[in-house]
């Protein structure tokens, strides 16, 4: 019989493709339909089935301490309350069923203190048999205690790119996903001191920490399947798929997108590299990403985006060609040198673990990045340096001001694409809510805006997740802990096209940098990046890459003329 069985602080639970028990909040036992043992481990040893975590990075266990009461309430045969009284914190486990058989997963937390920042809920005891596949720099399969995933945190939506774990063993596994439509921060942690078999799935409070009391809200969903990771993975994406109205926001994309058969990125401004382009590869079939077009220099005077006569003369020899330009803008970088910046300036976004106001300073003769300043006269004060701040993007000036900039030059040039950088930036922050809007809301607020400018452009970003996907066509995407040069172990990766599976139907990946395969750590980039089914993606600088292409780059260029 499908649903829950209570006797005590033992749940039992069977549906048609699994059988799981509990101990109070422990999953202790998880074994699929075929008897394949998928989760296994003695209740009350290793680590805590919840956890609480405060401002400081200081956690407290419960679930299994002396002093925690338990109690297990069950409400009908699809419903089971779990009450964790702990000094520590209340914690209610809230188990359900919904009309798939699936189990829901739903840990909140409260407490008379102030600073809790999150809770949660932790798998332990997952068979070694089983890797996890997931859209970790759009994906990878690593065993759990690998050294590029063990006792790493991975954070929603940057670098976790969309909250789904897919736990593949042999022909078989079970997979955990989050069906939360509110865009609310959440992380997933690999490892514990206790178990290196184990996953954490946290759900975080909206900043500011200091005042909060509580904490919960989101529902973890549990399901076994048969097959591959693409089994495992279907359930979330019908659901992604489902929630943001993807077939319609598909039919919006300009017909060209598809044919873009190789992307050239932070291309240089000279029409020699374009004449040699084009004798290699059809223009139209060519997506060029171009940083050096404005009037100031890159990354300076952010939000002017006013073209200037070289960038203005280069994009139209360009479009003469036949290629598609997308010039380079930036989503939430704000210079304190622009005439608006007063303006923007009480809204920069404030860090959720220090309160440090957010963004960077590159200080160019000396090649240092100093921290962001921390007051209104130093942001100023350095004017022969770069400086940015990270304006939240709720904030309906910002958002309008940037719009009508870009629509100035998406006209004046005639676009057919653009790129916004660093839109997989979204952060859990001090000031989370901006006239009623997180930073997740705010730029998928921007982003639908600038997908209803005229043409409509296509619209390239950076990072592709479960957000961005949505109005984004292009994606420069980072591999694995690894964004300007490889990370330890990297070799070791196992990239697995996850990301592609979830969101390539709406946005098209590029890569993002050190992809010109001049030696041996690049071209190793280039062969993840296809492994990951990302557009055949080069960066050129000068006309000899095209002449005279080393053999990772040629390979490239073969691959976007098969």
Not at 180 to 191: F, I, Q, T
Not at 439 to 454: F, I, R, W
Request: aromatic fraction near 10%; glycine fraction near 6%; charge should be negative.
């Amino acid at each position: 019989m499908i649903g829950f069985h209570v006797d005590g602080l033992s749940i039992e639970l069977r549906t048609k493709k699994f059988q799981a028990r509990f101990h109070g909040a422990d999953l202790y036992e998880l074994i699929d339909s075929d008897e394949h043992s998928l989760i296994d481990h003695v209740p009350g040893n290793g680590p805590a089935p919840i956890e609480l975590t405060f401002m400081g990075d200081e956690t407290h266990s419960i679930g299994n301490g002396q002093d925690c009461q338990i109690t297990v309430k069950q409400l009908s045969p699809f419903l089971v309350h779990i009450y964790l009284d702990d000094p520590e914190g209340d914690v209610i486990v809230r188990l359900s069923l919904d009309d798939e058989s699936r189990l829901h997963v739903e840990p909140s937390a409260s407490c008379l203190r102030m600073g809790l920042a999150a809770v949660r809920w932790n798998l332990a005891g997952i068979s070694p048999d089983c890797k996890l596949v997931a859209p970790l720099y759009q994906g990878c399969r690593q065993s759990l205690d690998h050294p590029l995933i063990a006792n790493e945190s991975f954070s929603w939506p940057s670098v976790w790119e969309a909250p789904l774990a897919v736990l593949e063993g042999n022909g078989s596994g079970f997979y955990v996903y989050n069906d939360d439509c509110g865009y609310r921060p959440k992380n997933l942690l690999v490892g514990h001191e206790k178990d290196p078999h184990c996953l954490r799935f946290e759900t975080q409070a909206l900043g500011p920490w200091m005042p909060n009391q509580s904490v919960g809200g989101q529902s973890w969903v549990l399901d076994c399947f048969k097959g591959s990771w693409e089994d495992g993975a279907s359930a979330y994406k019908e659901w992604l798929w489902r929630t943001s109205d993807a077939e319609k926001l598909q039919s919006k994309r300009p017909d060209w997108v598809n044919d873009i058969r190789l992307a050239l990125q932070w291309c240089e401004n000279d029409t020699a590299i374009l004449d040699a382009v084009a004798k290699t590869i059809d223009p139209k079939k060519v997506l060029l990403h171009i940083p050096h077009w404005r009037r100031d220099a890159y990354d300076t005077n952010y939000p002017d985006y006013t073209p200037g006569e070289e960038g203005i003369a280069f994009i139209s020899y360009a479009q003469k060609k036949g290629f598609h330009v997308m010039p380079h803008f930036n989503y939430f970088a704000a210079d304190p040198a622009h005439p608006l910046f007063p303006q923007f300036q009480p809204y920069i976004l404030s860090s959720i673990t220090s309160g440090r106001l957010m963004g960077w300073r590159y200080d160019q003769k000396n090649n240092r990045f100093p921290p962001l300043p921390q007051t209104a006269g130093a942001l100023c004060r350095f004017p022969d340096e770069k400086t940015m701040a990270y304006i939240h993007p709720g904030l309906s000036l910002w958002r309008r001001t940037l719009t009508a900039n870009i629509s100035t030059a998406v006209n004046q040039l005639d676009l057919s694409a653009l790129f916004v950088d660093q839109t997989l930036c979204v952060f859990n922050v001090n000031n989370a809510i901006v006239e009623n809007m997180t930073m997740a809301e705010g730029l998928l607020s921007l982003l639908n805006d600038l997908a209803e400018l005229a043409g409509p452009p296509a619209i390239g970003g950076e990072g592709r997740n479960e957000l961005n996907m949505r109005y984004q066509s292009f994606a420069q995407t980072h591999l694995f802990n690894s964004h300007h040069g490889n990370c330890k172990y990297f070799e070791e990766l196992d990239p697995v096209p996850i990301g592609d599976y979830l969101f390539g139907e709406l946005c098209r990946s590029m890569a993002y940098g050190n992809n010109s395969g001049k030696d041996d750590a690049s071209k190793l980039r280039l062969e993840t990046h296809e492994k990951l089914n990302a557009l055949p993606s080069l960066a050129i600088s000068e006309i000899n890459q095209i002449l005279k292409p080393n053999p990772a780059f040629k390979q490239v260029l073969d691959r976007a003329l098969a």
